[in-house]
């Protein structure tokens, strides 16, 4: 459960990341005190910043130079990777096609996922069946997407291996059936700068993108570093901003680690309002369980939690193909 959190902790994480696949992890002090803060930081706020994450900072910006550049082209380029039910909703989308709780999102994105085939899962995942379309423009958008897709899954694992052991358990609790095939979403977003101003002093139409709690287990955000617009709601309902910090990632949990925890951990409510005149981008990896992943909470959780399962178990894969199916206005 959230509390009244006023601002979203800063952790150094290099100690975790170097050793957590040393199962004595926890007799190193570093290691422990990384953990104690991750325990506090998903209790209290379910947002941490980190840094010491071992991805490279220019990596990190040419990953959101390069999103500046396609999202500058001509519509016509864009649309040449448009997104629709025929792609499994994998491509490009312009500005006011997703939709948030019934509300016109004010970004463009392209989409994309773990690649599937049909019938795997026995057609759970056949509404996302395809390749993921990325774009020609700029020339190497792909290659350099791919690179980081494998930083961002190796480094997720890593810090869900530091949350395994902040909640009592095993270092690789998490894996196996759970997220030992991690299924991944990566949404490439631009927001248009703010424009016209309103009576109470907020652009108009400026929602860019609707409260909402992420899916899955784990989500990293790399934002640009000169505009902030990312907001988490507290406890008393305040909307904290997650002011950007060069050389971080903003992680927050979702949806299936809230109900594997049985509530322990919350999956806080955030949205995206871009008050600057520029345009900004943002590209947030979502780490998440096994596709067909049955998640109900933890044993250890139960204990934790008076022993009552407070949460319905949820299949992840139902969930998230039954969430972008109403995600879009067509």
């Keep these: 459960m959230t509390t009244n959190f006023q601002s979203i902790p800063l952790i150094d994480i290099s100690s975790l990341v170097a050793k957590c696949d040393d199962p004595n992890a926890m007799k190193d002090k570093d290691v422990a005190e990384v953990v104690r803060l991750l325990d506090r930081a998903c209790r209290d706020a379910g947002f941490f910043y980190v840094k010491g994450h071992g991805i490279p900072d220019s990596l990190i910006k040419e990953v959101r130079d390069i999103t500046h550049e396609f999202f500058a082209l001509p519509y016509e380029e864009k649309l040449k990777i448009k997104l629709s039910a025929d792609t499994g909703y994998r491509g490009y989308q312009r500005v006011g096609e ?6 016109p999102d004010k970004h463009e994105a392209i989409d994309c996922y773990t690649e599937l085939t049909k019938g795997m899962y026995g057609g759970l995942g056949d509404p996302l069946v395809g390749a993921n379309k990325w774009p020609t423009v700029p020339p190497n958008f792909k290659k350099l997407m791919e690179e980081y897709l494998v930083l961002c899954t190796e480094l997720s694992r890593k810090i869900m291996r530091g949350i395994a052991l902040a909640l009592g358990g095993s270092v690789d609790e998490f894996e196996g059936k ?18 016209s101003i309103s009576d109470e002093g907020l652009p108009k139409n400026d929602i860019g993108c609707g409260a909402h709690t992420d899916y899955g287990l784990l989500t990293l955000v790399n934002q640009d570093d000169d505009k902030t617009a990312l907001q988490v709601r507290n406890l008393s309902g305040e ?13 927050n949990i979702g949806d299936m680690l809230k109900i594997l925890t049985n509530g322990v951990y919350e999956s806080t409510l ?22 067909d992943a049955v998640i109900s909470p933890l044993d250890m959780c139960l204990k934790k939690t008076g022993g009552n399962k407070k949460l319905e178990t949820a299949v992840y894969g139902e969930h998230l193909v039954s969430k972008v199916l109403t995600n879009f206005t067509y």
Aim: aromatic share 16%; net charge positive.
């Design 98 to 103: 997703n939709i948030t709780k019934g509300i």
């Design 178 to 195: 759970i997220a030992g095939d991690p299924f991944w979403v990566l949404r490439i977003i631009g927001y248009p700068g703010a424009t």
């Design 270 to 291: 955030h949205r995206v309002i871009n008050n600057s005149p520029k345009f900004r981008v943002c590209v947030a990896y979502f780490y998440e369980t096994n596709f």
């Design 239 to 251: 909307w904290i901003s997650a002011v950007p910090i060069p050389g971080t990632f903003v992680c």
